[in-house]
């Protein structure tokens, strides 16, 4: 049976590549994956926090996605998706779920931002986008310069990128993970 592996994103201010190349490359690997968005509507990604990139149609909403029926939980990064992902009682609700249940979880760039409103992130080991290090240490998380860092802290696995160009080994990160 193939891996499947749940996106979860707002509708707005994903980083692209942070949403696309994971996807694109998870999928090409043969992993079944689900983008979830708070809305039915189209998603409006960004480049660099300020560029207006492509739309996505996901294929599902954050209610109506069954976490059990998922291997592991991805979250794209971008400023506005992350920050409105932290309020999102759907998504919140998700990401306890994977970590109750020891699935991993795999962040990039403002994303491990949503694991704070989760009350997920103390005593985990990550790294992140420079801007959000300090917001990471007082919820009590143990900030790394790294490209990807792998966290099995609490009994539950989280790996984390910094930025777009991080992408590669995050993407092989996952892919060891579902192995």
């Avoid at 609490?154 to 777009?164: A, E, H, K, Q």
């Amino acid at each position: 049976m193939a891996k499947k592996a749940l996106f979860i994103s707002s509708n707005v201010g994903i980083e692209h590549d942070e949403l696309i190349k994971p996807l694109e490359f998870l999928q090409s690997k043969g992993i079944e994956t689900i983008h979830a968005a708070e809305q039915q509507q189209d998603v409006q990604t960004v480049k660099g926090d300020t560029e207006l990139g492509p739309t996505y149609a996901p294929q599902s909403t954050l209610d109506k996605v069954n976490p059990e029926d998922y291997d592991i939980l991805v979250i794209p990064g971008g400023t506005v998706n992350a920050d409105t992902l932290r309020i999102n009682t759907d998504a919140q609700t998700i990401i306890q779920h994977f970590t109750d249940h020891a699935k991993p979880i795999a962040a990039i760039c403002h994303a491990p931002w949503t694991l704070i409103d989760a009350e997920r992130i103390k005593d985990k080991n990550l790294t992140s986008y420079k801007s959000i290090r300090l917001d990471l240490e007082n919820a009590g998380a143990h900030w790394v310069d790294e490209a990807v860092h792998r966290c099995n802290t609490g009994g539950w696995v989280l790996i984390t990128s910094r930025n777009p160009d991080d992408i590669p080994d995050f993407n092989q990160a996952i892919l060891k993970e579902l192995d």
